[in-house]
């Protein structure tokens, strides 16, 4: 195959969006429509990309720099043909120029691939699909052999011609020579007053030229967002999709209706993830792992034979395997939890390294800490580790045993094979084996009065 160019037409405003967001900005699977069709572009190992933008250009550039994409600005949106040509003097003249669209963002490398092998220096090729409801849609007029003879919209279409169920998916494959070649000869001759792409087909047969055609199978693949409610379904469609590939993978997943993966999922064989979970980021899960329902995993790696019960968050953290957390935790950013280390209900780790076998059961706060291994941390307990400009740590032995409801003011050592009292404020270091009590000491009072509410006067 000839050197591969890719225009990406994103101009469009996405009026029916009833959005100040442009439309390829909206995100699908937790990535903009247009981020789609860039990374399947870079799979196809195109030389360059061409991005035609127009509304929200500036917001467009932002959203994807540092990509090497080149933008091309559309001025005034006169037409899908009309917008290629913005991009035309950026594409190398011997190369086969592929074009899609921002808003279409779920069509297969695989078929693309496929795709690209149709077309020649001497022809064309464009992409089709059969559709129960082709309304809206330009249809693929055939000749009397099967050979296609023009694509023509629905606004420019004869009764007959509406009823014909295969479409244009408005995705093209052309030599960039013969664009070159045609673009500066499409007219507005139509209901729009526009300047349409699907005229290259009527150019390239005057000019004897072959126009090859692919059938999509799956409709998805070439289905655009026009509206919120389709940008909804196809999410649906495609966290379908991305739910049987786990499944196949040897992945148990409790209802594949139930879970968003908006982000990169890796895992195991015999991984087990329960409904409403959601995946953002770059998200690793080790063999075995259980995920419990209503857990929210984040740039995460768990390692193999973990539990993640109900209701957790896992945010920017590496748990080691054989860990245990939750229900209702939350892990937040630079905690590590080395092998079989237990994180119980209502449990806030933060910025802390939890040694083998520690267990920090419930109802505890533990930031900016290291704890050894097999260390039990009591109910209640909570490290002061902010002072309201800086934040301090909080280390902790191997083997030391917190009772509940202790605050540890950081800085502050608890040496190894420490105790700590219950209901203790530690705010200086605890030597090993020692026991630390910091408590105020318990009077009973006898005859106490509680107090009564004063009888109102007047």
């Known amino acids: 195959m000839q050197s591969l160019d890719v225009v990406i037409l994103a101009a469009g405003k996405g009026t029916r969006m009833h959005s100040a967001r442009p439309k390829v900005l909206h995100a699908l699977g937790g990535k903009p429509l247009l981020q789609h069709v860039v990374d399947t572009a870079r799979k196809l190992g195109a030389g360059g990309i061409e991005v035609v933008i127009g509304h929200e250009a500036e917001r467009i550039e932002q959203a994807l720099a540092g990509q090497a994409l080149h933008f091309v600005r559309q001025e005034r949106q006169l037409g899908t043909g009309h917008a290629v040509l913005q991009a035309l003097p950026g594409l190398n003249a011997q190369a086969l120029a592929l074009i899609l669209y921002g808003d279409v963002p779920l069509v297969r490398e695989a078929t693309l691939r496929e795709f690209l092998q149709l077309p020649d220096a001497n022809s064309m090729a ?3 699909c059969r559709v ?3 309304t809206g849609l330009g249809r693929i007029v055939r000749d009397d052999d099967g050979a296609i003879c023009r694509i023509v919209e629905e606004k420019d279409a004869s009764a007959a011609e509406r009823g014909i169920e295969e479409i244009n998916s408005g995705i093209m494959a052309v030599p960039v020579a013969l664009l070159q070649r045609w673009l500066p000869r499409i007219e507005a001759n139509n209901a729009q007053r526009e300047y349409y792409l699907t005229d290259l087909v009527g150019l ?4 004897d030229c ?36 786990l499944m196949l993978a040897g992945v148990t997943l409790r209802d594949p209706a139930r879970i968003d993966l908006r982000g ?4 195991g064989v015999d991984t087990e993830i329960d409904v409403n979970v959601i995946v953002e980021g770059v998200v690793s899960l080790g063999d075995g792992v259980h995920i419990g329902p209503n857990c929210v995993l984040k740039n ?6 973990s539990r993640i019960d109900a209701n957790c968050v896992v945010e920017d953290a590496q748990i080691g395997e054989a860990c245990s957390i939750g229900p209702f935790a939350r892990i937040r950013p630079g905690t590590v939890l080395e092998q079989a280390a237990k994180i119980g209900n209502f449990v806030e780790i933060k910025n802390a390294h939890v040694g083998h076998h520690s267990k920090v059961n419930h109802l505890s706060y533990v930031g900016d800490s290291e704890l050894g291994s097999e260390v039990n941390i009591g109910a209640g307990t909570i490290t002061c580790n902010y002072d309201g400009v800086n934040k301090a ?9 917190i009772g509940s409801n202790t605050a540890l003011v950081a800085p502050v050592n608890v040496a190894s094979g420490a105790t700590v009292a219950a209901g203790s404020v530690i705010t200086e270091n605890v030597g090993q084996e020692q026991l630390a009590v910091a408590r105020g000491r318990q009077r009973n009072i006898d005859g106490w009065k509680r107090p009564v509410k004063n009888k109102p006067t007047g």
């Open 210 to 245: 072959r126009v090859h055609t692919l059938c999509c199978e799956d409709e998805v693949e070439i289905t655009g967002v026009n509206n919120r409610v389709q940008l909804a379904q196809l999410e649906r469609r495609y966290q379908a999709r991305r739910a049987e590939a």
């Open 126 to 128: 464009v992409l089709t």
């Open 393 to 401: 740590r909080t280390i902790i032995g191997d083997k030391v045993f």
């Open 204 to 207: 390239a047969l005057a000019d």
């Open 264 to 267: 990169e999922l890796e895992a």
């Open 132 to 134: 129960a409801d082709p």
């Open 300 to 305: 995460c790696r768990i390692g193999a034979g």
